[in-house]
């Protein structure tokens, strides 16, 4: 029986849903094409404002991969890299290149594949009895290089070795502390707290959101900026956006943002 990765759309809103609630939606290979597969489309599309990812009912975001199933899809080296290169890695780097908004919704267990996946979202709302690790080394294997990038670019080095060597599980006030989580709510309040950060993301103008991610994502580089990329910086300024920005702020309303 495997998972599925399910997805639902409405005013510009994706969410994709981890679903193997038999195994607290563990994330098994056809699951990761999936995630892939959508994130690939989801990034396409001019009129997308926003990712939710989350997970299927409330006992687990994901708590991890599915270990029954590394017996047969990687039980060589050249196997083991395919999964985690061409599976694991690149659905996680999609998730990195989507050019809006992620949101990780996190009820219950957020382990292994699933920190992975909500590292690499831009935003982590998780519940008071949520819980976060990787206690591979108790299992012999460790993570590869390709799905550490964005834990690693989340937390820096000395959080993820902590992470890594102690294999120790966090609960979400200490995951929050050491920077792994935007948010802790209660847990009633994750789905609640969820749906208004969506909603502050969509009273913003689309294309600044898409810009902010895109500097941000630059920046990171660590490379100097060229005259035309400063240029760039200012193409807001010939957007009706930005016009309309403008004058709804002298007049004292809210701005009806159309994305050109």
């Avoid at 989801?42 to 994901?62: S, Y």
């Avoid at 290089?145 to 992470?163: C, D, H, K, S, T």
Wanted: proline residues 3%.
């Amino acid at each position: 029986m495997y998972g599925d990765i399910l997805l639902s759309r409405a005013d510009g809103v994706a969410t994709l849903t981890l679903s193997n609630p038999d195994k607290l939606n563990a994330v098994d290979a056809q699951m990761w094409r999936a995630l892939r597969s959508h994130m690939d489309s989801l990034n396409a599309d001019p009129a997308l404002r926003c990712v939710v990812l989350r997970g299927d009912g409330d006992k687990a975001f994901a708590a991890g991969g599915n270990i029954e199933e590394f017996l047969t899809v990687r039980a060589t080296v050249d196997d083991a890299l395919h999964y985690h290169e061409e599976l694991v890695a690149a659905a996680l780097e999609a998730i990195r290149n989507c050019p809006v908004p992620t949101v990780a919704q996190i009820q219950g267990a957020c382990i292994g594949g699933g920190l992975e996946i909500a590292g690499c979202c831009d935003i982590r709302i998780a519940g008071e009895s949520s819980r976060f690790g990787a206690p591979i080394n108790k299992l012999g294997f460790s993570m590869y290089p390709g799905e550490m990038a964005g834990l690693l670019q989340l937390v820096g080095p000395a959080v993820l070795l902590e992470i890594l060597l102690e294999g120790r599980i966090l609960d979400a006030r200490e995951a929050w502390a050491k920077g792994l989580l935007s948010r802790v709510v209660d847990d009633e309040r994750v789905e609640q707290e969820t749906n208004a950060t969506v909603q502050r993301i969509l009273k913003g103008a689309p294309l600044v959101a898409r810009w902010h991610k895109q500097w941000v994502r630059r920046l990171q580089t660590g490379h100097a900026l060229s005259l035309e990329e400063k240029r760039a910086a200012f193409d807001f300024l010939g957007t009706a956006d930005y016009q309309e920005g403008l004058t709804a702020f002298l007049a004292k309303r809210s701005p009806i943002f159309k994305g050109c």
